[in-house]
């Protein structure tokens, strides 16, 4: 889960993408589909994007696959046209980080179409189970919440026995619940 939640929302670092034929810089929040993006080295990955061309790139993908070694990149297709996300070597997605060389790519998914919301929505999606400890625990405090509503409505019953003034009776009886 903290891995998961480790992986970027979307940072609104400077970006260089191509955009009518020149390099400009715009916010990580602002690439959309079709942008070309250029790769340095250093550079956080705004999106999902196809490798069009590069020099000895190399990309650590341990956020999204766990590999602990960088990954040389590709701009060549792939002989299967759906592999594994670890074998998707002419590609690079949000959240990465180039270890090494650079290039060019084509935006293909941005926010939570990109690999890495994706599996963001996955984990949102799932529901989180009360472990051993939490369960017992919320038992126990039901337990004692009904304990204190006995003791609560004995000191009533009680009190209206003795004929207390009912104002000081639910006074005490209610200082009494909200102590408990």
Do not use: C, W
């Not at 949000?94 to 290039?103: H, I, K």
């Not at 609560?152 to 209206?160: H, R, T």
């Amino acid at each position: 889960e903290k891995s998961i939640s480790a992986l970027p929302r979307g940072s609104t670092g400077p970006v260089s993408v191509l955009r009518d034929g020149r390099v400009i810089e715009v916010p990580a929040g602002d690439v959309v589909v079709g942008d070309i993006l250029m790769l340095a080295r250093g550079q956080a990955v705004a999106a999902d994007a196809r490798l069009l061309d590069h020099i000895g790139l190399t990309v650590d993908e341990s956020a999204l696959t766990g590999e602990s070694l960088p990954v040389r990149k590709r701009a060549d297709a792939l002989p299967d046209p759906d592999p594994p996300l670890g074998d998707r070597v002419n590609m690079v997605f949000r959240g990465t980080v180039v270890t090494g060389g650079s290039g060019r790519a084509v935006v293909v998914a941005t926010g939570r179409a990109t690999e890495a919301g994706r599996i963001q929505g996955l984990v949102e999606s799932t529901a989180r189970r009360a472990s051993p400890v939490e369960r017992r625990l919320e038992q126990l405090g039901r337990q004692l919440a009904g304990a204190a509503g006995l003791a609560s409505g004995v000191v009533f019953v009680v009190g209206l026995a003795r004929g207390t003034p009912l104002t000081a009776l639910l006074r005490s009886t209610v200082s009494l619940a909200v102590a408990s």
